[in-house]
């Protein structure tokens, strides 16, 4: 398997697993141990140099 492979198929699953935490009776549990070994499993050099997931925008309900 290519890196965009492992990327795509890896994107695919943590889309999946957005969409469950919005279903009824998730396991937050579950969510909150599987969404970080996702994210880690990104193979590097996928995202640009210097990237930071923390900079962007404020979205609605955050910081709360």
Excluded: K, W
Excluded at 11 to 32: E, K, N, Q, R
Aim: charge should be negative; glycine fraction near 14%.
């Amino acid at each position: 398997m290519d890196d965009r492979e492992d990327f795509d198929r890896t994107v695919a699953l943590l889309c999946g697993l957005a969409l469950y935490t919005h279903t009824s009776g998730a396991d937050d549990g579950f969510v909150a141990a599987i969404g970080p070994s996702l994210a880690a499993s990104l193979p590097s050099g996928v995202l640009p140099p210097g990237y930071d997931p923390n900079s962007g925008p404020e979205y609605p309900g955050q910081g709360l």
